[in-house]
């Protein structure tokens, strides 16, 4: 029964977001949506929907150029990716707490303990009141900022607001203008980066944050999430101001502080994305930071926080000599370590395929391909040019990524769990030298 029912929910994931994808493709071809650089191909109307429903940000064409009924189809999209991919995630996972059991329930200890088990309708409602709570704030905010800014009326702040409100905390990075955020205000890209930091960091935290009191802990799950998104964002900022300072354009700490919030979820950037002036070192940790990705249950993708932050917890302890993974006085199950080392190998390996098929499609340099590449899994947006560019081979690839990317770690931690063999021999231990 719980091998059927985790089958299922493979699928039913799977092809929830192909719908939707290509719903967006036949929607972004009707005959009302135009675009200002021509007709719009079919490609690039895939590749324009998988973006959206992937929230990812990753465009062949540009957003503006697309007219209003073009623009609301893409937010549409954006919004229906980033809530499908929450109420999804933690439906399955509520409902599997249902029909596993025991043991098997907890090895989502790390997830599901932090739900009521009893009732979907709960964590759907939080879902749901979350996120139109954030969003209406971020419009308010913005809409106030664009004001400010001088170069927009009433309406237009009210339209840059309502697309960039819901882009920014649905992480997709999707803007209504060609250069991103370059130039805007500090106060919006404040309002931005919170809203992507609330967006990212998953409907599981987000949960136990509202039932906190002084009867109830902050789980494992949650703490792992805040203490890894906070060294993230501080280390990211840290570095490219370090960095940069040393490049022919120096960025300002603001800046710093919003590529490193933006680089591990949604894409917008504030200074120029070109190879030519970015520190190589810069380059590196941005494809790090995207493959890193958002936290599980929230509106990113890539390989997530708690899956880098038990990997290098796992290595802390085999340097310390400790024979189990220990964090806060707990001992993580070894399944849900090896699942972490695991999704991160994979996409570390379909980031190297994918980056060398790129390299022989497009003709792009090996640190281009790997970023972009990694842009798409991480479902990030950031581009250093190939997207815009690229040929019907490449922007293929590119599709492929942001699908994985975003179904990926969630689809693969329920086909582990469904291999899962309970053994009831034990072998003889033996050592393999390692060095």
């Known amino acids: 029964m719980t091998l059927s029912f985790l089958r299922k929910s493979q699928l039913y994931f799977i092809f929830s977001f192909l719908g939707a994808i290509i719903a967006g493709t036949l929607l972004l071809k009707l005959p009302w949506v135009t675009h200002s650089g021509g007709t719009l191909e079919w490609l690039d109307a895939l590749f324009i929907s998988t973006s959206a429903v992937c929230v990812t940000g990753l465009v062949t064409v540009t957003t503006s150029g697309f007219n209003l009924t073009g623009q609301l189809i893409i937010i549409a999209l954006i919004q229906i990716g980033a809530l499908g991919i929450m109420t999804l995630t933690a439906s399955i996972i509520v409902l599997m707490g249902r029909k596993m059991n025991y043991s098997n329930t907890m090895i989502l200890s790390s997830l599901s303990d932090s739900f009521p088990l009893k009732s979907v309708d709960s964590l759907l409602r939080t879902i749901l009141f979350y996120s139109i709570v954030i969003e209406f704030a971020g419009f308010v905010l913005l809409t106030y900022g664009f004001l400010l800014d001088g170069r927009f009326d009433f309406g237009h702040s009210c339209y840059h607001a309502f697309f960039h409100a819901v882009s920014a905390f649905c992480n997709a990075g999707f803007s209504t203008f060609d250069t991103s955020l370059i130039g805007m205000s500090a106060f919006i890209k404040i309002v931005i980066s919170l809203l992507i930091i609330l967006g990212g960091l998953g409907v599981y935290v987000i949960y136990d944050l509202s039932h906190l009191s002084h009867k109830h802990f902050l789980r494992i799950h949650t703490r792992l999430v805040l203490i890894t998104s906070l060294l993230l964002i501080v280390f990211g900022a840290f570095s490219f101001k370090i960095l940069e300072h040393q490049s022919n354009s120096p960025i300002s700490w603001l800046d710093a502080y919003f590529q490193s919030v933006t680089a591990r979820t949604a894409g917008f950037n504030t200074v120029a994305m070109l190879e030519s002036e970015l520190h190589p070192g810069t380059i590196i940790i941005l494809i790090a930071f995207m ?85 798409a899994l991480g479902t990030v947006g950031l581009s250093l040019g190939i997207s815009a560019k690229a040929t019907a081979a490449g922007k293929f690839i590119l599709i492929c990524c942001m699908f994985v990317g975003r179904i990926g770690p969630f689809t693969m931690f329920l086909f582990l769990l469904g291999r899962e063999k309970a053994s009831r021999l034990e072998y003889p231990e033996e050592r393999v030298i390692l060095g």
């Open 291 to 375: 493959l890193i990705g958002a936290s599980p249950g929230g509106t990113g993708g890539g390989m997530k926080t708690t899956t880098a932050a038990l990997v290098f917890i796992s290595l802390y302890n085999t340097f310390k000599g400790n024979t189990k993974v220990l964090i806060f006085k707990r001992e993580i199950l070894q399944n849900n370590v090896l699942k972490a080392f695991t999704i991160m190998f994979s996409f570390i390996a379909v980031s190297v395929v994918a980056a060398t098929w790129l390299t022989a499609t497009d003709s792009a340099s090996l640190e281009s391909a790997f970023f972009e590449v990694a842009s």
